[in-house]
């Protein structure tokens, strides 16, 4: 019932469709900047914001550094409290690990709350080829579901949909895997969501094992926390008789000290509320009172890979509150399925190399979707540096290709720029045919750059790949070198022959 990433076009390419729908960007810019505003406004509140991000940002890399002595105490904390404990090394052991559980109960459904690491690893699709039906309760991912689409933001997945859409997709798929919508829905917000909470209602009370993520897991007492705006992951979580819960292992914190400034930092980052509606949280079993088995999958998948990036690791303080993606004006405009991952946005781009690599084109070109204009690091609540990390990437996808057999245009460029830089008698030859270039593209039309300088207009030829969408200053038509010569080392006061 929903789309996989899989065969996804590299970042350019999709996103040039994605530049195209008109719709979608109206859609993007309208939700990307109500939630920019509302998260603004609660933030602002807070006096000692900053400290709180030290604090939040201290919090996770404290438990990265000691990441393995946390995950043992965890493990030993659940299996105290009578939960299952499974290590998953990639997607596919985690997928079969869940139906095993599922397939075990006789059950040929689950319902699912929200979760980016069961979306990451593929398990609806997984359930699916084993029989087994995956029903998402989350408003957002109800959408996506029906509409067999795909995610397109971390906390409003479907973020690109417009009401109007969302109805249509409600009165056309819903009576096809349970209740119907109700012949009068209108695409009014209260009716949607109406719609959805009796569609989801018999889902609930029928279904006998649930799927969930986690937000943080609590090392010292096993416990598990899910933050929520709708109540469909409370129902999860109290109602079936089993609770399989997939939890990446950044998700670990120490102690329930630790967990205090990272609950204050969410939920004014991502949904701009004061606090999230429902905290949820668990510790194994209750006789008696909700799922009476628990099974936790503790979830690698790529995040030792990323652990050990001295520049990257940073990326796994993520509390995937989205803040990064509402204020990047890069998928503002292209929205999150030319990322290409159910990561997107900022954080997607240096997460997903960082967990799979840079072997693939699609993967490779994400860390050149980004401006680098620095506003998701300053929204980002456990201050992940993304940018730099983006850059480090970069730097990453071109060590990558240093062995082809047939280089890429830009290093044979800076293969030609370093002969040249290595020879005095080269570059000086370099730079009298570059006061040439100069008045060659005098020919052109030129733009005036802040201080006086002038840059070359669209060239034409290979040139105009670069030129079109970058200032290209104008070289200067008389070198250094020369200026030095004819002046005496400047003694004779002369000045450049064009003032470039």
Not at 25 to 31: G, T, Y
Not at 85 to 91: Q, S
Not at 319 to 328: E, P, T, Y
């Amino acid at each position: 019932m929903s789309g996989t990433f899989v065969g996804m076009p590299a970042f350019p390419t999709a996103a040039r469709a994605a530049l195209g729908d008109t719709q979608l960007r109206r859609n993007l810019a309208h939700a990307t900047h109500t939630i920019r505003d509302k998260r603004a406004r609660v933030v602002a509140e807070v006096e000692d914001w900053e400290e709180l991000r030290i604090a939040g940002a201290a919090v996770k890399e404290a438990a990265l550094r000691d990441l393995a002595t946390h995950l043992e105490t965890l493990e030993a904390s659940l299996v105290r409290a009578g939960a299952t404990v499974h290590w998953a090394r990639d997607a596919e052991e985690a997928c079969a690990i869940v139906a095993s559980v599922t397939r075990a109960h006789g059950a040929d459904e689950v319902v699912k709350v929200k979760s980016m690491a069961t979306q990451e690893i593929g398990l609806n699709e997984a359930l699916e080829a084993e029989g087994i039906a995956a029903w998402e309760t989350d408003l957002a991912e109800l959408i996506v579901q029906l509409g067999e689409d795909l995610p397109s933001h971390i906390l409003v997945p479907a973020i690109h949909r417009n009401r109007a859409e969302i109805r249509e997709i409600f009165r056309r798929r819903m009576g096809a895997v349970g209740r119907p919508a109700p012949e009068a829905l209108t695409d009014e917000p209260a009716v949607l969501a109406g719609a959805a909470r009796e569609h989801l209602r018999e889902k609930f009370l029928r279904a006998r094992v649930a799927v969930s993520g986690a937000n943080f897991a609590v090392a010292d007492t096993g416990t598990l926390v899910v933050v929520e705006s709708e109540g469909n992951g409370r129902m999860c979580l109290t109602l079936p008789e089993v609770l399989i819960s997939v939890v990446g292992i950044e998700k670990v914190v120490a102690t329930w000290d630790e967990l205090d400034p990272l609950l204050r930092l969410l939920p004014r980052s991502s949904t701009g509320e004061r606090m999230n509606p429902y905290t949820s949280t668990w510790s194994g079993l209750t006789p008696g009172d909700g799922p009476q088995e628990v099974h936790v999958v503790l979830l690698d998948n790529g995040r030792t890979r990323a652990l050990a990036d001295e520049v990257g690791r940073q990326a796994l303080r993520c509390i995937r509150c989205s803040a990064c993606l509402n204020v990047c004006p890069v998928y503002e405009r292209v929205g999150g399925h030319a990322y290409g991952s159910v990561y997107p946005g900022p954080i997607g781009a240096i997460l997903n190399p960082l967990l799979n690599g840079v072997s693939d084109e699609q993967t490779a070109s994400l860390p050149y979707a980004s401006s680098l204009c620095g506003a998701c690091f300053e929204v980002c609540p456990v201050r992940i540096d993304i940018p730099s990390v983006l850059v480090d990437q970069r730097a990453a996808v071109i060590d990558s290709h240093r062995g082809d057999r047939v280089p890429k245009q830009e290093a044979l460029a800076m293969k030609a720029a370093a002969w040249t830089f290595a020879d005095a008698r080269r570059l000086r030859w370099a730079e009298r045919a570059s006061g040439l270039a100069g008045r060659v593209l005098g020919r052109f039309s030129r733009t005036t750059l802040p201080g006086g300088r002038t840059a070359a207009g669209r060239l034409p030829g290979p040139a105009a790949g670069w030129t079109g969408a970058r200032d290209l200053p104008a070289p200067p038509r008389e070198s250094f070198r020369q200026w030095w010569d004819r002046t005496d080392g400047g003694r004779d006061g002369g000045r450049q022959g064009d003032g470039s």
